[in-house]
């Protein structure tokens, strides 16, 4: 597979998302400050963020949602640590046509020490919850639903999903064969419960605990038989590996067994599962995130990149393949989006980090 690259922006922002902002029937990219009209990506303003620590901005994802059901995506956004989640209403035709700034307002004031966010519709009514998570391992995993207040503003209700903590990285997927979609975090896993899976708590399970995993990482069968295994990197540190599952214990704890995929590079922050060359077989998309933690973890300070791995189900194998080789311009920030771009049927991918806001166009087969 072959990409072309664009940059669209160069600032220390790591969010980014993809959705018809001005509703022509195109797909936009959304970047902190700015969103980027497709297909050109012309940038137009939506918010400042402040810069912290030195080479940060205060944002660790965007979010498109149309908070306020008036059929316009609006942006959901915080930071790592500030405790405030805002919204950014959409100003609609005129004002997306004008360069309009889009206004602020509050959705919760809920923590700090935020990781990361992802919209989830975890009870499948159509209406996501905003799934938290945070490096605190002792903290509880939380979703917020979202409601109304008083007044009929939106707002945020907390649910708490398990009190057995998280920490830093998350996965979603069915990992005991049960049909329902459990969660992993850095401690273990939650198994989701029968029934509305935000009216009770979900069981903790420790068997899966990783050292400071990917955000996401990944829940996906690649051995075929029927048993999910998990994808995952190392965050802050170097390594991409591969934990397969084995049969469960009588008392279904699951069992595994590791296998490595890559220790080249380091800072694998997030992991996303997409079909690139649409053979039907699905491969994960990842990079270096810039200077994470400001180039004090191992390989900080080492070149940006980004790749795609394809498995080999016979040779029971991962191999990489580049996107944006090492210096090549590109790497990560929190969050990595697949989609279709230009309207040519193949899965386009869109990134924001410390190397900048990039879209990367799918050419085909080289």
């Not at 969010?15 to 497709?38: E, I, N, S």
């Not at 915080?78 to 889009?102: D, H, Q, T, V």
């Not at 069992?255 to 699905?282: C, F, K, M, N, R």
Request: proline share 7%; net charge negative; aromatic share 12%.
């Amino acid at each position: 597979m072959k990409f072309s690259k664009r940059c669209l922006l160069i600032s220390p922002n790591e969010g980014c998302d993809v959705g018809d902002v001005d509703r022509d029937g195109k797909p936009d990219v959304v970047a902190g400050t700015h969103w980027f009209k497709g297909p050109e990506f012309v940038p137009r303003p939506v918010r400042d963020i402040p810069q912290v620590m030195t080479e940060f901005y205060a944002n660790n994802g965007d979010h498109l949602y149309d908070v306020d059901g008036d059929g316009w995506l609006d942006v959901i956004s915080g930071g790592w640590m500030e405790s405030e989640i805002f919204w950014y209403k959409n100003p609609a035709e005129e004002g997306l046509a004008r360069g309009y700034k889009w206004k602020q307002r509050l959705l919760k004031d809920t923590r700090p020490h935020n990781e990361v966010f992802e919209l989830r519709d975890f009870d499948g009514d159509g209406v996501p919850e905003l799934f938290v998570n945070s490096w605190e391992k002792d903290w509880p995993v939380v979703a917020w639903k979202m409601a109304k207040t008083p007044e009929g503003e939106p707002t945020l209700e907390e649910i708490v999903l398990g009190a057995d903590g998280g920490g830093h990285g998350y996965a979603l997927g069915d990992l005991n064969g049960d049909g329902r979609e459990d969660l992993l975090v850095e401690t273990g896993w939650y198994e989701r419960p029968e029934g509305d899976p935000l009216a009770k708590p979900w069981k903790f399970r420790p068997e899966t605990a990783l050292p400071h995993p990917s955000c996401p990482f990944l829940v996906v069968d690649l051995t075929g038989d029927g048993r999910s295994e998990i994808i995952w990197g190392k965050a802050h540190d170097f390594g991409l590996y591969w934990w397969e599952q084995g049969e469960p214990k009588p008392d279904g704890t699951t069992t595994w067994s590791e296998h490595p995929i890559d220790d080249s590079w380091s800072e694998a922050h997030a992991l996303v599962w997409a079909d690139l060359d649409g053979d039907g077989q699905g491969e994960f998309v990842t990079g270096k995130r810039v200077r994470g933690h400001a180039g004090k973890d191992p390989g900080g300070k080492d070149p940006e990149c980004l790749f795609y791995y394809t498995w080999d189900a016979s040779a029971r194998e991962f191999t990489r393949h580049t996107i944006s080789p090492f210096g090549g311009g590109v790497g990560t920030g929190m969050q990595i989006r697949v989609a279709d771009l230009n309207a040519d049927g193949r899965p386009d991918v869109a990134v924001s980090g410390k190397t900048g806001t990039w879209v990367l166009l799918n050419e085909g087969a080289e």
